[in-house]
């Protein structure tokens, strides 16, 4: 079974600063991988996605994600961080499509809450 | 194109009770996911519906069940309510079977059960 960790449960960064939010994953086979972000009361926003190709992916609001097979990891980065970053974020893996069955669910971290400091 | 609708999204039960969620997709879109979302265990996977047929079912016991209609908009119930069912019910959308296709989700269905 697919599994991801995401080893922090808060980061804290100045604005205008980088921001790093980790995720390591396991899966069998090659991965769909994802971030998610959570503003409060509200639902799971789309931020972007790798499925092959080019390791860096540039997703929305500025986030881009780098997939390192090596070290089966798939970081969360922004070169500046925003106050209004600030929200909890969600990596996800999904194994690709020559997994059947149960084992093709989306599977969650336990999320990391940002809060980045103006 | 409007999003991903939930109703309703607020909703109060006593245990023993039973309750149905309401999960609208976005146009054109076949599958349907729900999870739960707790601050203990964080997001599950309950189950994902394609055209109308249950593809994947989470952990979970059999008083969750759902269905999806011919229009793809979708159903949850739980029967025999317990506390520990008290939880934010997300239903997400997406064009294909989840996998590469990135899923989008609706505010969620906050459940209090007393």
């Known amino acids: 079974a697919q599994s991801v960790a995401q080893p922090e449960d808060q980061v804290n960064v100045a604005e205008g600063n980088p921001l790093t939010v980790k995720c390591t994953y396991s899966?069998?086979?090659?991965?769909?991988l994802f971030w998610y972000v959570q503003y409060p009361n509200r639902g799971l926003q789309f931020l972007l996605k790798?499925?092959?190709?080019?390791?860096l992916v540039k997703g929305s609001y500025g986030f881009e994600a780098e997939f390192n097979k090596s070290q089966t990891s798939f970081h969360l980065k922004k070169p500046s961080a925003l106050v209004s970053d600030s929200a909890l974020y969600f990596c996800a893996v999904n194994p690709d499509g020559r997994s059947s069955g149960s084992a093709r669910q989306l599977t969650f971290g336990s999320g990391t809450q940002l809060t980045v400091l103006p | 194109k409007a999003g991903v609708t939930q109703t309703p999204r607020y909703l109060i039960k006593t245990r023993g009770q039973q309750v149905t969620l309401s999960c609208s997709p976005i146009s054109g879109h076949r599958s349907v996911s729900w999870y739960q979302q707790t601050p203990g265990q964080g997001l599950q996977f309950l189950f994902e519906y394609f055209s109308e047929t249950q593809r994947n079912k989470g952990n979970f016991p059999g008083r969750f069940s759902g269905r999806q209609f011919s229009n793809s908009r979708s159903e949850m119930n739980v029967s025999t309510l317990e506390l520990g069912d008290s939880a934010l019910y997300l239903c997400?959308?997406?064009?294909?079977?989840?996998?590469?296709?990135?899923?989008?989700f609706g505010p969620g269905t906050r459940l209090t059960v007393t």
């Open positions: 997400a959308s997406s064009f294909g079977q989840p996998g590469a296709y990135e899923q989008y």
């Open positions: 790798y499925i092959t190709g080019d390791n």
């Open positions: 899966v069998s086979g090659n991965p769909y």
